[in-house]
Structures are given as structure tokens and as C-alpha cells.
């Protein structure tokens, strides 16, 4: 259960926009440049590596199952 536990911690600190990394690496970039990031540009981020994601998933998922 341990193991569990700490392969979700890494996994979920990897700097993809989706995952709470991403937002650490939001939170970075806005203490480099001074100034917050506009919402709307986070959210399209956001939608589009969550949709990498998806897409990294289901042809995982299919290439499996095919192959």
C-alpha cells in the first residue's frame, strides 16, 4: 500500500498542466515573471494537456488490446 502511495505522489508532482506539478508550475511562473497568469490562458493549457492525456491513454489502451 505504501508503494501505491508513493508511485501516485511522483506521478502526480510530474509537471503536466493536469496534474497538481502543473499548478507548481504555474505558481513558478508567476513568481519569475512578477504577475499573475491570466485564467483563461491556464485553462486552455489545462484543456489541452488533459486532453494529450486522454488521447496518450486511449491509444495506449487500444494499442493493447490490438497488439
Do not use: C, H, W, Y
Not at 502511495?5 to 504555474?26: E, H, K, M, W
Amino acid at each position: 500500500a505504501a508503494a501505491i502511495s508513493i508511485n501516485l505522489a511522483v506521478v502526480n508532482s510530474l509537471p503536466l498542466p493536469a496534474l497538481d506539478g502543473g499548478q507548481l508550475v504555474f505558481v513558478l511562473a508567476e513568481a519569475v515573471v512578477g504577475r499573475k497568469i491570466d485564467q483563461r490562458v491556464m485553462e486552455q493549457i489545462n484543456a489541452v494537456a488533459l486532453f494529450l492525456l486522454l488521447f496518450l491513454s486511449v491509444s495506449t489502451a487500444l494499442g493493447d488490446v490490438g497488439g
